[in-house]
Each structure stands twice: as C-alpha cells, then as structure tokens.
C-alpha cells in the first residue's frame, strides 16, 4: 500500500518537474556543459582549428593580478548594490502589503513590474541623460533649488550603483512584497496588544517571516549583479572596468571563447560559495 | 540608365541569373550595402533580392562564416583579416571578370597584398579610410595638428578612445613615433597609454556614443573614423577630423564572397553595383569612407570630405595602413590594454 | 497618532521609489517628443520620430515579433515553472536540493555566454535558428526567475490549510484549485509579468538564433547602435509601455489577485 503510495508520488513529483527541468537540460545545462567542456580548451573546435586540452585558462585568473582586482571589485559592487535595493525596497513593498488595501494595491504593483517592459539598453542611456553634467538631473535641481549646483554623476560609480539599483529593485520588492502579504495582521494585532512595540514587532515578526521572501530577492540581485556589464560600461566609463566587462569583451571583441568561458565559471563557482556560506548563517538567524 | 542597360546586358549573359535570387550579404550595421535605396535600385535592375545579417567585431564576423557555412553570398572583411579568412578557407577567389568596375580601381590598391592573399584576389577593394581623432570646434580656436592634444592638460576629463585593445595600441605607437604594424617599443607604448588614462572621461563604442557624447558637450576631442566623421558633420555636428602630423591608422574595406555560397553570381553582381561611381556618390553625400574606385572619388564634389580631406596626398603620405595582426600580438595587446583599465 | 504618520511616511516612500522606478521611463517618453537626433537638451517638441516611426516597416515588425515571442515564452515559462515550483515546494525527495540548486547557474552566468553556448550547441544538434530555438532560449532563460519567484510565494504557504480542505473531504485536485492555486496568484502572475520581461529584453538569444531579416526589437537596437540610434526606438518603446499599462490596469480592475486580505 505505502508503496503504491510512494510511487504515485513519485509518479506526481514526476510530471511536475520533468517539463521544467528537461527544457532547462536542453537549453541551458547542456550548452553550459559544452562550455565548460570548451574553456579546457586552447582554441574553440570550429572548422579545422587547431586545438588541445590545457588548463591555461583557468591558469591565467591567476597569473596576473587583473582579474582577481576586477572579481573582488564586481563583487563589493553585487554586496552594495544588494543593499541598498533591500533597504529601499523592503519599506516599500511593506507599505505595499500592510498598509495600501484593495484595488489600489494590484495597480501600484503592477506598476513596480512595468518599467521593465521596456529595453534595457534603452533604459540605460536614458539614465545617461539624466545623469550626465547639464542633464536632466541637474536642470531639475536648479529649476527647484534657490541656488546653482553642478551634477555630473555620469562615468561615476555612483552612476553605476543607480542603473544596477533600478535595474533590480523590482525583484526585491516583489519577492518581500509576496512574502509580508502572507503574515497575518492577526499575529501583528495580537502582539500588539500583548504590549510589543513597533521594533520588537518588526525584528521579531515581520522580519523573521518575511525572510524567504527577502533572500530570494537578495540572491536574484547580487548573483546577476556581480556578472553585470552593460551598466557598467555605458555609465561608468573610465571606472565601468568590472569582472563582467572582461568576459564580455573576451566573448563580443576578441572572440576568445574558452577563456571567456573559464572566467564565467570561475565567477560561477565564486557567487555559488558565498551563497553556501551565507546559507547556514540566514537560516540560523531565521529561526 | 546606362548602368541598368549594363546589368541587363549582365543578366542576359548569365542565363541561371535570370532566376530572381535572394543574396544574403554580412556587413556592420548602416554600412551601405544596406541602403534601402541600394538594395532597392539593385533589385529593380538585377532581380535579385537583398538581406542583410550585422555583425559588431571582426571576430565575430569570421565566426559566423566559420559556423554558418552557406548563409552568406557576400561579406565584408578588413583587408587585415582577408588572409586569415582566405586561409582558413571561409572565402574564394573573385572572377574578375564579372567586376566590371574594378577597372576604375586603381592597381595600387587592387594589388594590396592582403586583398590578394592566396595569390588570387579574395576581396574586392571597397571602401578606405582613417582612423584618427576629431575635435569639438567650440573648444578650440585653432584646430590642432598634433596627437599631443589627448595628453594636453587642459583637455583633462575631456578625451575619449574607443574601447578596443588594438586601436589603443595602435594609437599610441603612432604617438610614440612607431610603425603601428611592427611595434618595437610596446614599453613606451604602455607608458604612453598610463599616461593618457587620467585624461580620459569614458571610452567610446561606437558612433552612436561618440556623437550624444560629443553633442552633449561631454569630449573635446576623441579618436574616430573618417567615414564616421564625415557623417556627424553632415548631420551638423560642431566637430572637425584631423589627420595630425605624426600620422593616422589606415583601413582598406574589400568586399569578398564566401567559398559555401551559392549565389556567386548575383554576389558579383551585388559587389559590381556596389564600387559603381553612381551608388558611390550618392551614399557620399550623407556621409561614407574614401571609395577604392578611383572614377568614384573622382565623380565627387570639391568640397565633398572625402576629396578635400582624404584626397591630399599629403594626407594620404602620412596614413599607416593596417596589415594582419598575429595571434600572439593580439592577446599581449590585449592584456596591456585590459591591465590599464582594470587599474582606473 | 504615529501610526498615521508612519503610514504617510511610508505611502510617501513608495511614491519617492516608483518615481525612480519611473524617471528613465518618462524621460524615455521625453525624448521621444524631442527633435534632436543626438537626445540634446533643452526640449524641443517634434513629432517628428512618431511620423518616422510609422513609417519604418523594420521596427514596427521586429516590435511586434517580439512582443509574440514574449507572449509565448510568458505562456510556456509560467506553467512549467509553476509546477516545478509546486512539486519543489509539496515534496520531499532525493536530489531536491540539487534541483534548487541548479536554478543559479542560468541567473549567474551573463546570458552573454548562456545564449553563445546555446549557439553552439542548438548547432551541434542540428536545432538551427528560427522562431523556435528563439523561444526555446528565452522560455529557458525566464524559467529559473518563475521558478524562484512562485517558491518565494509558496515559502508562506500554510499546508495546515490544504489539510483543512482534505479533512472536509475535498480530493487533491479541488485542494489544488480552491486552495493552492488561489494562493499563489500573486507569485504566478508575478513570475509571469518577469518571463514577459526578461523575453522582452532578451538580445543575445535572439541575436545568436533569430533567421537574418527576422529580428526582434532589442536586436535591431543593438545592433544599430554602431550606427545610431535615433528616437524612434524610444517611440516604440513609449507606444509599448503606455498600451502594457492601459492593458495591465485594465485587467487589475477586473480580476482579483493578491487577495482582500
């Protein structure tokens, strides 16, 4: 009988998660494979180039010191950027669950997601306009302000920091805002009245519950920040160099696709250690 | 008209190409053959169809005919990678005899030894111009002749390069007084970039970038190419092309046709219309690079750019013309060049 | 008294954060009334890129390519990921973790090099480009952020409910649909509205797999950026972005998720 159950159950967990994962087998874990296949290589197999197995792009990570700079650089940028999201974000999709009620709510949350229906490139250069000395920024600045400034945030890394922040804001709202909407007003209310102040409610029950919520938007955040290119290189100029930029122009520029592709998992296994190191720690402070 | 009674003479000659092909050129983006009047006048007299794939490096044009064999009819390849596209077998010899105006091309530049690699002419002479810098009028009284200006104090935040390892190599050999094909001192070249790096505000990728920078006043002056040039100032822009005393990069553009088409007539075709004097000059006017068709160049206006600027001979005297870079060579530039902008 | 002061605090926040959400949009729309080729200030009115716009067969093509291919991605990324979700989130099972776990590389990695590799291998096996290796591609790409957003949802799932409704004697199917489904919505619909957008956005996919002449809105921008890009791009993205929000507060106004809580 149980094992009739069990393999029902298994039959379920089955027909559930074989579409998702054979479509992410065909499209992406194969490829990915193929790749890394191809960075133990010296030259990509394409017509009749010549190639051998070596571990030499791997080697080259560490023989100068650039790429360790520029990985330990993209990585303060991924903490930073993450942050500030989560400190911004939180806040709002906490007024977005507890304290807007009703149709309103469905509006302003479809219209956290709908700026990026739009494209990214697109959405870059127009921060380029805002941000850029006599741009929009500073006009608006000196339309409100009784006295003259200059701003000039662009090819800064403040600049940097603000596209990435609005390029990934929405995922922390939206996984935080999903999160406090399932805690019950009841527990607030009843905490409340058993004297809880507003810090203990926050610290000791809208966090802890809402944490799943919190980590997912973290992870979508830092893990696609660190590998980031486009922002950087278009708003950062002379100082947008970051580990990102190099794979992207070992893969659009010079065409070396097995270094490009060694250094990708190189940043792969990097971001994937943090998170396992960081795991035992959150869920530690979750219970 | 006279052009058209040509390709129906053409036509007649090769009966198969009386079947209406469609030919599928590979080119950067907005790079002439992909104008719609081009393509349109093309079709009118030939029959055949044009489509068009973009690529954005060199590298990633020789991979797309190393992964795509058969897709193109006719690709565009710098004449410092000809050889290694010949060599690796990616494109064919040229019938001469079907390029009706290669005629007009003058020997010089139909004999480049690159264009002509494998000892068959594998590209067919297109287009030249310079790769060398252009300055925002309004910053400067008198324009500069010199490369000095990049390193010039009082331009400080105010310079762009484009953000490509060769070209900045390249760029400051020419400023360092070395022959940008054989670069003896890569030292002094290295030193020469350090010392540029403060100065520059953002590197620039592609025309696009460089005009909105230059339009929003961010550059004073910055590297760029002639054809590029000649089209900003035709689109108003406050910017003036200098070929300095010390030199410029030169680049010869030939137009070749893969091994795997098979379309190669109407791809000849396509080739003829496209160094024929009468497409040169009209494309000319919004902007373009020197023709190789010396009939062309010739046909152009006085005051045209590419006849005041690129037609001295005293210019031309001055300009390094690229030839192959080696593999070796590549990747140093490379690491020089990445190492530079990973310290800022 | 503090309480309603919070609460202003706070609905002023989130005004302050969806006016920065929104101020590249809307200088977007800006400059798409701007004559200056080269988005110089200061304003100057012009429908000029409007009238260009309807003119230009290429743009107006590859926009409506691509909101196709995102409405199939969208359609495609959001069931199977949803389920994914359901059975990650119900079950236990050997290997789970590793599933979860194997979520990240396509997040992490630039899609720069998912979508070469891609290439490379849709090549090998002889898939070819074309509409459907398109979609292939990005339905692959939108999956893991399904996937992660619907389990952030479902993380707060109370199965004390589920339960509730078996005692009551409901079969697993109407448990499914009366409890499970309605809970998860909102992460549904959110995951949905993310597949949409990461299609939307995708370049290196399309670029790399789309046949040559049919290509989608950000191909056509990335790659006419050698040359240029004039406003017209933000013409089309404006007339994109007001129909997307005329549709989606719409069908807000008629539907019901997130719950009256």
Redesign the interface.
């Known amino acids: 009988m149980s094992n009739v159950l069990a393999n029902q159950e298994r039959l379920k967990i089955f027909g559930l998660l074989s579409p998702a994962y054979l479509w992410l087998t065909v499209a992406i874990f194969l490829p990915l494979s193929a790749m890394l296949y191809f960075s133990f290589l010296s030259d990509v197999p394409f017509g009749d180039a010549e190639w051998t197995y070596t571990a030499n792009n791997y080697r080259a990570f560490f023989q100068t010191s650039t790429y360790a700079t520029l990985l330990w650089k993209s990585l303060k940028l991924g903490l930073m950027v993450t942050c500030i999201s989560l400190l911004v974000g939180f806040p709002c999709a906490y007024v977005l669950a507890k304290a807007i009620k009703g149709r309103s709510r469905e509006a302003l949350f479809l219209l956290v997601i709908l700026p990026f229906w739009s494209n990214s490139l697109v959405r870059i250069f127009s921060w380029a306009i805002v941000l850029r000395g006599n741009g929009v920024l500073e006009l608006g600045l000196n339309a409100i302000l009784p006295f003259e400034v200059d701003v000039n945030l662009m090819f800064t890394t403040p600049a940097i920091v603000i596209g990435l922040v609005h390029s990934y804001l929405p995922y922390v709202i939206l996984t935080s805002y999903l999160a406090l909407q399932a805690i019950d007003d009841n527990l607030i209310d009843a905490a409340r009245s058993m004297g809880a102040n507003k810090l203990t409610i926050l610290w000791r029950i809208i966090l802890p519950l809402s944490l799943p919520g919190l980590l997912a938007g973290a992870v979508l955040i830092f893990v696609p920040v660190v590998g980031s290119f486009m922002e950087p290189r278009i708003l950062g100029g002379r100082v947008g160099t970051y580990f990102g930029t190099v794979i992207e122009d070992q893969f659009v520029a010079v065409f070396n696709w097995p270094l490009g592709a060694a250094l990708s998992f190189i940043l792969l296994a990097v971001v994937l250690l943090i998170l396992a190191v960081a795991s035992p720690v959150l869920k530690r402070a979750q219970t | 008209m006279k052009k058209q009674f040509l390709m129906a003479t053409t036509i007649a000659v090769f009966g198969t190409a009386a079947a209406a092909d469609e030919i599928r050129v590979l080119n950067w983006q907005g790079y002439g053959t992909d104008l719609d009047w081009a393509v349109g006048a093309f079709a009118q007299a030939s029959g055949h169809t044009v489509v068009h794939e973009y690529f954005n490096s060199e590298q990633e044009m020789l991979t797309k005919l190393r992964t795509n064999p058969g897709a193109y009819d006719v690709v565009l390849i710098n004449a410092a990678f000809t050889p290694q596209a010949q060599e690796e077998g990616l494109i064919g010899p040229i019938d001469v005899t079907l390029i009706e105006n290669l005629s007009d091309v003058p020997p010089d530049i139909a004999g480049n030894p690159d264009l002509n690699a494998g000892g068959a002419l594998h590209g067919v002479p297109w287009t030249w111009g310079l790769t060398s810098f252009a300055v925002n009028t309004g910053e400067f009284d008198q324009t500069p002749d010199s490369i000095e200006v990049f390193w010039d104090k009082a331009h400080e935040g105010k310079v762009s390069i484009r953000d490509d390892a060769l070209e900045a190599v390249q760029f400051a050999a020419i400023a360092t007084g070395q022959d940008i094909n054989n670069i003896s001192d890569l030292d002094a070249v290295q030193a020469k970039l350090a010392e540029l790096m403060p100065q520059i505000k953002t590197y620039w990728g592609s025309e696009n970038d460089w005009n909105q920078f230059m339009a929003a006043g961010d550059l004073d002056v910055a590297t760029f190419w002639s054809g590029s040039a000649s089209r900003s100032m035709a689109a108003g822009l406050p910017v003036q092309f200098v070929v300095p005393k010390e030199g410029a990069i030169g680049w010869l553009d030939g137009l070749s046709i893969p091994t795997s088409s098979t379309k190669k007539e109407a791809a000849h075709q396509f080739i003829d219309w496209m160094i024929d004097p009468e497409f040169y000059v009209k494309w000319a006017a919004d902007g373009a690079p020197a023709s190789a068709n010396a009939k062309a160049a010739a046909a152009l206006p006085d005051e045209a750019f590419n006849k005041r600027i690129l037609g001295d001979p005293e210019v031309v005297a001055r300009v390094q013309f690229q030839r192959p870079v080696s593999e070796e060579n590549r990747k140093k530039y490379l690491e020089l060049w990445q190492g530079l902008k990973a310290a800022q | 008294m503090s309480g309603r002061f ?2 202003l605090l ?2 002023t ?2 005004g302050l ?2 006016f ?6 809307i ?2 729309a800006f ?1 798409s009334f701007n004559a ?6 200061p304003f100057e009115f012009s429908l000029k890129w409007y009238q260009d716009l309807a003119g230009n067969d290429e743009i107006i093509a590859a926009a409506t390519r691509s909101v196709l291919i995102a409405l199939v991605t969208t359609v495609i990324a959001t069931i ?2 949803t ?2 979700s ?3 989130f119900r ?1 236990e ?1 050997r290997g789970k973790r590793f ?1 979860q ?2 979520l ?7 899609w ?3 979508g ?9 096996v002889g898939l070819g480009r074309g509409t459907p290796s398109v979609i ?2 990005h ?3 939108a ?3 399904v ?3 619907v ?3 479902l ?3 109370d199965a004390t409910l589920e339960e509730a409704a078996r005692s009551l004697g409901a079969d697993a199917w109407t448990v499914t649909r009366r409890v499970t489904l309605p809970w998860i919505s ?2 549904v619909i ?1 995951g949905a ?2 597949a ?2 990461v299609s ?2 995708q ?1 290196v996919v399309s670029y790399f797999l789309s046949e ?2 049919d290509s989608t ?2 191909v056509l ?9 004039t406003p017209e ?2 013409a089309i ?1 404006t007339i ?2 007001v129909v ?2 005329a549709v ?2 719409f069908a ?2 008629f ?1 019901n ?5």
Not at chain 3, 116 to 124: D, E, H, K, S, Y
Not at chain 3, 257 to 261: A, P
């Open positions: 919070l609460t706070g609905k926040w989130l954060i969806l920065f959400l929104y101020a590249p949009i200088v977007m400059m200056s080729q080269y988005y110089q200030l199977l990921g389920a994914a359901v059975a990650l079950f099972f599933l776990v194997m990240f590389p396509p997040i992490a990695i630039p720069l090099i998912t070469t590799a891609m290439l490379i291998f849709f090549f090998g292939i591609g339905v692959a790409l999956l893991p952020y996937i992660v957003v389990s952030a949802r993380a707060t799932f909102s992460g959110a509205l993310f949409f957008a939307f956005d370049f040559p002449g809105l950000p921008i990335y790659t006419s950026i050698r040359k240029g890009f791009i933000n993205s994109i972005i997307s929000m989606m507060l807000a106004r539907s998720f997130g719950g009256e809580r």
